[in-house]
């Protein structure tokens, strides 16, 4: 084994101390004798308080390490850096410093670099201590923040002088950099110390354990091991002087061609030959979150059993980010010494031509098979198969398959440009829009190139813009509203550094920073068609323009409804959409964009957007009800862009009429009082929402009556899920403006639809607790009902019990129970005694009685009510559940605890988990929890713990049932009965 020096460089404010661990465990391994240890220290003291010295800067520590490296481990022939936090930057300051002055052969004698929890884009989070050094004006801290100018620009040089180093020479150097992250480490979390270093990997420990191994099985010490293995094994010369692209290969000609031998640089370039080099310099940023996928092409890893293919296909969304990671593999098989061709589909037969010419085709030949007299495609592929050297083909942008195969469009047969090669060392990479499964050979393998994280999409943004524009949190939440969309975070992430670095004023509206484009994207988004174009924002101009490129391309292929379609997704919301159940085969062949629209014809539009990743298929297994479980999703911008078609906004009306029509059709036997069908409602709520926003809140909408009837009605049904359901500020928010604006659409407040929805507001504000404008509200509209529908007309009954409620909430118990039992005794004539209706209302007649202490009426009315209903409906239907908890307080305030526990356990005992969140559930649980106080302490905490955690998670820790429920849960603390001896800790 090569001996091998492994010098070890520190973080910030701290010392070669913290190495102490490591160092012992490299000491005592005996299968190491050959390794020195050295400890590179430099000054990063929080505060220096002689007035005469200043605490050094990165780039004069890291020019102290070059001196020390040259001067004090000067006869060192194989050395390792290692680092820790921001001894990484110090390491990748001193390597960019080095290239830059020319000193490229003094990195010889680094073999290998190995960084531990390097801030790679900086760090928001190192405690007390780094805000003191921040008051106090230490310089390594200022440079350690996110994004600084000085880590930005370092990790480019980096990027570009030696991780895309292509020799050895005095301004680029190839150098293997791995990056461990601690698994647990909060300061410099895993995505951000492994960056987009392609050699990364996570090891146990936090920010300051991560260096400091216990035993030699550790895997923080077996990464380091790793390292100076591999340090020890490599030749004397680290890298090649001569780039590999500068020697010809010579390529022998299949016997019977009729070619001689020929190399491919035997002849110089003929002026305006066209390039295939890969277009590297495109690489201007780091790439995120794709590191596996490429690996997975490189190796020929995770391949189907049985098979060995090398021929690729990466298709995704457009914008994806498809050609920028072709680039990489480009990029990294180049490194590896393979010679790679970059081949554009739109100009693939001349690209072709000039591979062929490349390998070493003579003129003759090239020049007979593309004049027609031979076959152009069987040439190049005999040249490409008998390559002595590693080769990768990469064609970019087929979004339309069939070019590849000039004779049949037919890609199976393997006969056109794209083909297996005869060597499975030899790779194809194809980038496209269409990921059909039927259109790609058997013999390829397909990549779905998804849209990033959101962490991975706040690196690209802060990589991009720089720290000036934002938080790592703000940059992340920008990302999740680009549905990270590589393309569109580029974009926006150089628009926003440009604000920041133009020397223009551009006004104070500009948009500056992350959280402001932020809301102004989600403002935009919101908007309904024919609103402000979404690509007029600055950095988004590109993106609408590749999604117009791709229904240019289904239209092409004969699918021309394709666009119509997308059209109507986009006046829904950009929430999942059960498409089995909303597009109604027979509304959609009613109405005239899209007549003769059959079934067969529908399945294979959806087909095809989702090939293109226009739109996402998903299946919901929790969802109950079968219609509803399988969903498709618009990418956010893509459902933006569409909503501003021209189509869309010349024809706004009759995709406005035929949305209604589809959500009508979907809720037809949909109740939204009965749970069993609250899935359904739950998908469609958001959609209905959306729709009354853009439809009846809109500007210059030609109305149709009918067509605004039918929505009034949505708007109606989903405002009883939401109240239901306790969303009842979701369920307000979208009745005011209905009203309000209903002049707009030819409706008036006095009206029996807006009445309704003026019914449904009034709930809105008792379910907020908002008693007297309820009550204010419900007396106006019970005058205007009874003098439209008559005093015992069910709306009007309705509209008096509610009122009842308010005046019951206002704790004026006895004159709610008078108005109640005038309304029993109407509604026992107009629909019946044991009429749903009719049985939520004796319900509050027997509340208002209970609320009075008159127990033991309460009782016998409540018994009585839960009777019938238990005989009529299910026992977990909210008001049967809501029935029985009032049996119980009625109970617990007689003091029958025992009776009280069994009735509410009777009711949540046939819940489903999902169920337990609901909000009579949650009173139910409340509830239990005080009986248990008077005689199970211990049962009660654990009642209380559940309910608090899902009280936080569902109504927010700072909700007032939420405080109670914590409150009550710490005074129960003092009374909880001792562990018994030898239980669990």
Known sequence: ????????????????????????????????????????????????????????????????????????????????????????????????????????????????????????????????????????????????????????????????????????????????????????????????????????????????????????????YLALR?????????????????????????????????????????????????????????????????????????????????????????????????????????????????????????????NMREVATRLGAPSGLVDRAWSGDASATDLVWRFLDNAERRWVLIIDNADDPRELDPVDDDLTDGRGWLRPPQDPANLVVVTSRDGDRNTWPAWSRRHAVRPLTDDEGALVLLARAGSAAGTVEQARALSAALGGLPLSLRGVGDYLKSVHTTQIYQGRQVLRDFESYRLNLQQRLELPPGAPKLDEMTGLGVTAQVFDISLELLARRGLTQAGNLLRVLACLSVGPVPYHRLLDQDVLKRSPLFSEFTAQ???TVLEGLADLSLLAPDELPDVRIEDFRHVLSLHPLVHGIMRDDRELRRQATDYHALCVQLLTAAVRDLNPDATADWDGWYLLAPHTIGLARDYLRGSGIRYERLTVLAMLELVRLTARYLLL?????????????????????????????????????????????????????????????????????????????????????QNRWSEAEKELRAIVAAEDEVRGPEHSDTMIIRHSLARSVLLQGRTAEAEEMLREILAIRLRHWAPTEPETLLVRHSLARCLFALSRFDEAEMQLRAALDG???????????????????????????????????????????????????TVVTRETLARLAPYVAPRQAGGVE
């Open 725 to 809: 359901t306790g969303l009842a500020r979701s369920a307000e928010e979208m009745l005011v403006p209905v009203v309000e604006n209903c002049s707009a659409y030819g409706m008036s407040p006095a009206d029996r639809e807006i009445l309704a929805l003026r019914h449904e507001m009034a709930r809105a504000a008792l379910e907020q607790q908002r008693h007297a404008e309820a009550e204010e509200m419900l007396r106006d509209i019970i005058v205007t009902r009874e003098a439209l529908l008559g005093v015992r007309h069910p709306d009007t009954l309705a509209s008096r019990h509610k009122l009842a409620r308010s005046i019951m909430a």
């Open 911 to 961: 819940l489903r988990p999902d169920e337990l969140v609901q909000p009579e559930v949650l009173l139910l649980r409340w509830t239990l929890a005080q009986v248990l106080i008077e005689g199970n302490v211990n049962a009660a905490r654990a009642v209380l713990t559940g309910l608090l955690a899902d009280r936080e998670r569902v109504i927010g820790a700072r909700h007032p049932d």
């Open 601 to 603: 014809q529908q399945l």
């Open 226 to 350: 790793k390292e100076i293995r591999a340090a020890a094994e490599t030749g004397e010369r680290p890298v090649a002087e001569v780039p590999p692209d500068a020697a010809p290969a010579t390529n022998t000609v299949p016997t019977g061609s009729g070619a001689t031998a020929a190399t491919a640089g035997s002849r110089p370039d003929r002026a305006g030959r066209i390039s295939v080099e890969p277009p590297l310099g495109r690489l201007d940023s780091p790439l995120y979150g794709r590191d596996e996928l490429i690996e997975e092409i490189i190796s020929g890893g995770r391949a189907p059993a049985g098979t060995t293919s090398s021929v690729h296909v990466l298709h995704g969304l457009p914008g994806s980010g498809k050609s920028y990671l072709a680039l990489e593999v480009a990029r990294r098989c180049r490194l590896a010494g393979r010679q790679v061709w970059w081949v554009s589909a739109q100009r693939l037969s001349s």
């Open 1 to 220: 084994m090569n001996p091998v020096d492994v010098v070890f460089v520190h973080g910030l404010f701290s010392s070669r101390r913290a190495w102490e661990q490591m160092d012992r465990l490299l000491t005592d391994d005996a299968e190491l004798p050959s390794v020195r240890t050295h400890f590179f220290e430099y000054d990063s003291r929080i505060v220096r308080l002689r007035p005469d010295r200043r605490i050094p800067r990165l780039d004069d520590i890291a020019d102290r390490l070059g001196t020390y490296l040259a001067h004090e481990v000067g006869s060192a022939s194989r050395i390792v850096l290692v680092s820790h936090s921001q001894g990484g930057l110090v390491i990748q300051r001193y390597l960019v410093r080095t290239l830059a002055r020319g000193g490229g052969h003094e990195l010889a004698r680094i073999r290998r670099v190995a960084m531990y929890a390097c801030p790679n884009n900086g760090s928001q989070f190192l405690g007390s201590l780094r805000r003191m050094a921040c008051r106090l004006r230490n310089p390594q801290e200022r440079e350690l923040r996110p994004l600084t100018k000085e880590i930005t620009e370092t990790y480019t040089a980096l990027q570009r002088g030696v991780l895309q180093a292509r020799h050895a020479g005095p301004h680029e150097w190839p150098l293997p950099i791995s990056t461990y992250a601690g698994m647990s480490d909060n300061i410099v979390p895993p995505f951000i110390a492994k960056g987009s270093f392609t050699e990364s990997g996570v090891v146990e420990g936090d920010h300051f354990t991560v260096i400091r191994p216990t035993t030699r099985d550790d895997s923080r």
